[in-house]
């Protein structure tokens, strides 16, 4: 499914870019992409645009978020160390973090791992028109073995 995700966010400015469901399927499937990959995305997609229309209000950006139990083993501490360096940054406002948060629940089984997090955080980004700054894109897309110290 991350696959498919990754597909999108880089052939599709936005969402509204994409063409509808079956028409989609066709093109993911064309690409090679196997016919359960796209409809988990394309489910996966559908709770995102549902997300992304019923935000809530911004939160104080001096909100705490306490992950409980079940929300600390879904994550795993990679994924919320994560998504708290990109709070402390200021790249994810608190109603953005909690539709990262619920996009990763949709998922399903935990640990989220780290990789498909940092779609998640992208999927959630570009669903809503955002493009996060480049540092933040390089941070979501290059492999820490694979950056350039200067």
Not at 47 to 69: C, D, I, K
Request: aromatic share 8%.
């Amino acid at each position: 499914m991350f696959d498919v995700l990754v597909y999108l966010y880089e052939n599709y400015w936005r969402p509204d870019a994409c063409p509808d469901h079956r028409q989609l399927s066709r093109k993911l499937s064309a690409v090679g992409f196997e016919s359960d990959e796209i409809q988990d995305a394309l489910r996966w997609l559908d709770g995102l645009a549902s997300t992304a229309e019923s935000r809530v209000a911004p939160q104080s950006s001096h909100s705490l978020r306490v992950y409980g139990e079940a929300e600390s083993e879904l994550l795993g501490q990679d994924s919320i160390a994560f998504i708290s360096f990109l709070e402390s940054a200021g790249v994810l406002p608190p109603e953005m973090r909690e539709m990262v948060i619920d996009r990763a629940s949709a998922v399903g089984s935990g640990p989220v791992q780290l990789d498909d997090l940092k779609v998640i955080v992208l999927m959630v980004f570009w669903s809503l028109g955002e493009e996060p700054d480049a540092l933040i894109l390089d941070e979501l897309f290059v492999d820490p073995e694979d950056r350039l110290i200067h």
